[in-house]
Structures are given as C-alpha cells and as structure tokens.
C-alpha cells in the first residue's frame, strides 16, 4: 500500500500528524517538495516536534525518511533538526536518505528573499523569509544552482561560489543598496555542511525504486497545501514549488499510479498565513476565537494565521486536481462553542454563481462567499473516539462536508495528539 498525505488548503491542515499516524503501517517516508518553509507538528507523549525538512516520519525510529529530487534543502536546518532528534535519543543513521540532486539554499537565498520582500512594501508576498523562490529561481535558470552533489567536489564547489556570489552581490548592492556576502564564509560553511551530510547523500530516485520493487510501502508527505501549489495555486500568493500531489510524481521521480490512496488533509475550517486573497475570511471575533482555541499561530515563523470559514469550493478544487480519495478533517475540536458554523457551498462572483473555485486571483478577488449556516455545539469533543459519540450537530457539519466535497471523511481530527483521532 503506497500512500499520498497532501494539504488541501493553504497549508498548516495537521499533515504532519496525520503523516505521523499513517507511518506506522509504512515502511517509508518521502518529502517530495517544498523545502523549511514548512512546518509539521508531530507530537508523541509530551514530546512535540516541529519539523521542517526532516519527513515527519523521522520520529519513528525504523521508519525510512527520503528527501527526493524537487526538495530545495537548507542545510543549516536539517543539521539542527538532524541534532534535535539526536538529543532525544532518535537517530536516523541507516534510514535516512537525501537526494543528490536536491537543490540547495545558501545564505544569500534567505538575503535576497529577505530583501525583496521588504522591498515590496505592502505588495509583499508574505515569505517565510527561508530562501525558498530564490533557491527554486535558481534552479530553474540553472546556471547558479547548488545541489547536493556539488559537496562531493568542494574544489569544484569552491569556483562555483565565486561566480555565483559576485553576481549575487551585484543584485544585492544594486537593487537594494545592501551589504554584499562572503563567497569565503559560504564556502566555510559548505565544508561543514558536506562533511555533516554526505553520508546521507544518494540517487534517492534509484532508492526508491528500488524499494517498490521489494516490496517496501511509500508514504509521500506534501507540504504546503494545494492552493499554494505554484502553477495551481492563488498566484502570486503562492510556494515556489508544486506543493498539490501534482508535484509527488515530479518531485520524487515515483509515477502517480504507484499510489493506491491520496489523503488529502485539510482543517474543519481555513486558515492562511501571508498574503492574498482569501473569500471566507473572518477578519473579526471570529477569526479570533479560532486563532486562540485553535493555537493558529504559524510553526515556522510564528505570525498569527488568517482565520476563517470552510470552504467547500477551495477544496473541491484541491479534491479535484489531487485526485484526492478520502479527506482527514482536522481540527473539529476547534469550533466547539461556536452558536452556528458557516461552510461556504459556492461563491458569487459579477452576479453569477460558481461552484469551481478560480485559482486566478483577479477573479477570486471578486469572489463572495454564499455559506450554508447550520448549528454549532458546546460540548468540548477532545476525548471523543467514536464518531457516532459525537454531538449530533458535529455530525452534522462532517456529513455536509462530505457531501459539498463529495468524498468521505474518513479522519476526524479532535485535538492535536495521535490519540484524539477519529477513524471511520
Ligand atoms: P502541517 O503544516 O499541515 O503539518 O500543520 P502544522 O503542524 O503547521 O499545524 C497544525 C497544528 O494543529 C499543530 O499545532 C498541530 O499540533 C495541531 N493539530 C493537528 N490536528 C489537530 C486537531 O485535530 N485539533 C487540534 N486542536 N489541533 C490539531
Ligand atoms: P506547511 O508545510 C502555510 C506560505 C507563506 C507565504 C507563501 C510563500 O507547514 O503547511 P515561501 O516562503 O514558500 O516563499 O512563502 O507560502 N507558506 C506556507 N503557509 N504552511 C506552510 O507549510 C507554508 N509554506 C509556505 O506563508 O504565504
Ligand atoms: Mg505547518
């Protein structure tokens, strides 16, 4: 059985306890895309881990973690998380495998970002300042890039830095009249980076494919959500990456049809950090009450998360273009207390209705929710395991879900642990 956990909405649904859960029943865990701009909270006992590189199987102590091909990797950060588990007795020596091919971010990715985003002004994406599009820039235009495999050859690597910083520094002092980096210091730092993390370093594609043929199951975990993803995204207000499933088979080198079930995650509501458009925002007491019972504040950066209502029509775009098969609904927990509950069925936009949610944002700028309002509940439903022990108005709200969606909800999230987890 090969799995596929994707976020179904603007990232931060539970995918990393949701991915923590499924890893027990693989063998093992593939990160496909993105890079530490993502942020997945595992927790285990009273141990909470907050990972942003490291598959969120990692925690697990046999579980096999892959870092593929589309995964730009800072490796200041995987060091740190590398030494995190170390700390807490986990090692990943054996099962941990980084491709040789992944790009990789350098301090003068985080700078640039950095400095065009306060260059921006209110146009400002809402970065998470991680180095993220300059690196996947990078790789795109090519001839800048650094990946993985160029710590095998520090003289090789050594020249390279050279051109790349000084032309780095010439963007830096022209554009934004800001100090240059040292190609030297870089370098220094490479040395210590390949000498952390080349025993990790393979053909993960080769690795992988390998494995399917053994017979080994393969969990992959999104990161972000689907409408972040670059080209399906709410553009510009995006990732640089595919962050959908669309991304799993190009980022990994692993065929779609490989998967048997794609589970897409996504929150009893909506959350959104950084800007762009976002047609069920409550930008009022509500969004409050959410973001303070939810604990909606980002794993990565810490800004508080834009709160607001489901919306049916942002995910039935993500259930369609992720062929997504069965939904995890996290988070139901966090709208107890609320007197009704809002879950937008379509949007009104220049008078018409439309029920297929238009990623291109001059038209979703446009777009008015028009919400079905059923009961809340008061009961608090964190100790709830049985779906049918549930207050019937939660019921209810998953039901209509299913059906706006049109497919099951086979995970009820009810609070943050493994075990505050319904399964139906
Ligand atoms: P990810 O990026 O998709 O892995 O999600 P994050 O870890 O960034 O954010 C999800 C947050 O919600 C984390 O703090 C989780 O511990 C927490 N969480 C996950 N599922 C639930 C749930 O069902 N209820 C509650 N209350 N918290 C949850
Ligand atoms: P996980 O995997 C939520 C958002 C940023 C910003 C936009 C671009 O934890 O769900 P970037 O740094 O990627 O260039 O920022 O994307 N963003 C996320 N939002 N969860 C994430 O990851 C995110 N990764 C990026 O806030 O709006
Ligand atoms: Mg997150």
């Not at 993803?229 to 088979?249: A, I, K, Q």
């Amino acid at each position: 059985m090969n799995t596929c956990v994707v976020g179904l909405q603007w990232g931060d649904e539970g995918k990393g306890k949701i991915v923590d859960i499924f890893a027990e029943r693989h063998d093992i865990v593939v990160r496909y895309s993105g890079g530490a701009n993502a942020g997945h909270t595992v927790i285990i006992g009273d141990d909470r881990f907050a990972l942003h590189l490291l598959p969120s199987g990692s925690v697990r102590p046999d579980t096999i973690c892959v870092i593929t091909n589309a995964v730009v990797v800072d490796p200041d950060t995987l060091i740190k998380e590398i030494e995190g588990l170390a700390q807490k007795s986990i090692t990943l020596k054996g099962r941990f495998f980084i491709s040789e091919n992944a790009h990789v971010v350098l301090d003068y990715h985080k700078k640039e970002d950095q400095l065009r985003e306060e260059s921006l002004g209110k146009d400002k994406i809402g970065t998470t300042i991680r180095g993220i599009g300059p690196c996947y820039a990078d790789k795109v235009g090519r001839s800048h890039a650094v990946r993985m495999s160029d710590f095998r050859d520090l003289d090789g690597l050594k020249a390279k830095l050279q051109t790349i910083v000084e032309y780095k520094n010439k963007i830096f002092a022209a554009l934004y009249n800001a100090e240059p980096v040292s190609a030297d210091e870089i370098f220094e730092k490479c040395k210590s980076y390949a000498d952390r993390l080349l025993p990790f370093v393979t053909d993960s594609t080769e690795f992988l494919h390998k494995s399917i043929t053994d017979g080994k199951s393969i969990l992959f975990e999104g990161a972000q959500g689907t409408l972040l993803d670059l080209d399906h995204g709410t553009f510009p207000y995006v990732t640089s990456s595919n962050s959908s499933s669309l991304g799993m088979p190009a980022g990994s080198g692993i065929p779609a049809k490989i998967v048997d079930k794609f589970v897409g995650v996504a929150k009893a509501y909506t959350t959104r950090v950084g800007a762009g458009p976002f047609p069920t925002e409550q930008d009022n007491e509500i969004g409050q009450y959410i973001r303070d019972k939810g604990h909606e504040y980002g794993t990565t950066t810490g800004r508080p998360r834009r709160c607001g209502w489901f919306d049916a029509v942002a995910v039935s775009y993500a259930v369609t273009i992720g062929a997504i098969d069965s939904i995890a609904l996290m988070h139901l927990d966090t709208l107890a207390g609320l007197k009704e509950i809002n879950i937008c069925r379509a949007y009104e936009i220049n008078g018409k209705e439309a029920t297929f949610f238009p990623a291109n944002i001059a038209r979703l700028s446009q777009a008015s929710p028009i919400y079905e309002t059923i009961p809340g509940w008061d009961t608090d439903i964190t100790r709830v395991n049985d779906f049918n022990d549930l207050p019937a108005e939660a019921q209810s709200f998953v039901c209509l879900i299913e059906e706006m969606v049109k497919k099951p909800v086979t995970i009820i999230g009810v609070g943050p642990k493994r075990s505050q987890t319904i399964f139906r």
